[in-house]
């Protein structure tokens, strides 16, 4: 969105982009545009005199970085924040998202479903606040494909510690949980090893941030998989990918986007929706949604995607006809919408 507002608005609109200093993200961003560091004075300042505030980040801090000031207090209540997300919301997020907690000006979505349920669940936004505009960044997805089949799981609240600016630390028995053995035997099968050798593909393995940096290292490598480091831009990942193996990230719409396959790794579903992550299940149903085969233990995780080896990851009909139904937009112009809903066009 930033990139789209310099190229193609910069009469009409100042744009400035809050990033934290250090990160391998500032220097690529400040050749593009105007920066300012962020939780700086600076940022502060910009904070108070922004018409809009624009985020993939729904947290208090980015929201609200100078909220302990009472002698802002009339001028934050009627901050106007617009919430691009961060991914698709399949879950049932009313509990943190709604009105009453966060009080969005303009919440952007992308599916027709998605679009129906921050109407209808207990948000309690209108029209005038929920967009379906499609997502910026889907403006800049493209294919590439390398023969590659790449591994994303998402996270699990009870998998971590504390959270340390934005970083979370690990917990002690990790390579005891399901998730851990799981994924460890997957990357280590031989069979789906030397299946991908036959036919000439590659497995990568990028697991979630949150679990990257802590527990990367307790994964054993095989030299046949390629550990991906979570700094990659996510888009060479899904533009070189040819499969998608993921569990309950929406990572998986940003790969359906682009028409390409997906499996759900789901045998923790249970645990995962009894309170061991952070939101139960929303309008999103993976067995009558999903982009791909569901398998809720091992051995059908490992077959099904012996299959999708062996076709050469082929998109199955059925799945091509719930992507082509899920999405209310598949152009280039996000951005353009996006921007439109923003000022009110």
Partial sequence: MFDYLLKNKKKEVKAA?????????????KKIGKIVSLFSGKAKLKYLIADKLVSSSGDEEIMYPIQKSKAFRDIIANK???????????????????????????????????YESILNFKYFYGKDVVKLTGFCRYDRLYHDEKKQIVIMPTWRKYLVGSNVDGVWSGISNFENCNYFK???????????????????FTIAFL???NTFNAYVDKFKKDERVVFLDTDIQYRKVFAESN????????????FAYLR???LYCQFDREEFYGGGHIAPLGCFDYFRDGF????????????????YIESGCR?????????????????RKNCERVYNAIMGK
Avoid: M
Avoid at 18 to 29: A, Q, S, T, V
């Fill in 80 to 114: 106007k924040y617009v919430f691009l997300q961060h991914g698709v919301t399949q879950a049932d997020l009313t509990g943190w998202l709604n009105k009453y907690n966060k009080n969005i000006y303009k919440f952007i979505t992308t599916t027709r479903a998605e």
């Fill in 292 to 307: 791909g085969e569901v398998c809720t233990d091992y051995e059908s995780t490992v077959k099904t995607l012996l299959s």
């Fill in 315 to 331: 998109l199955k009909e059925e799945y091509a006809e719930r992507i082509e139904n899920t999405f209310a937009f598949s152009d």
């Fill in 260 to 262: 390409k396959p997906v």
């Fill in 17 to 29: 982009f809050l990033i934290r200093k250090g990160c391998k993200d500032y220097e690529r961003l």
């Fill in 243 to 254: 499969l998608l193996i993921t569990d309950y990230s929406s990572v998986a719409f940003d």
């Fill in 207 to 209: 697991p979630h941030p």
């Fill in 182 to 200: 799981f994924y460890n035997a997957l990357i280590n099968d031989e069979r789906v090893l030397s299946a991908a050798e036959k036919y000439g």
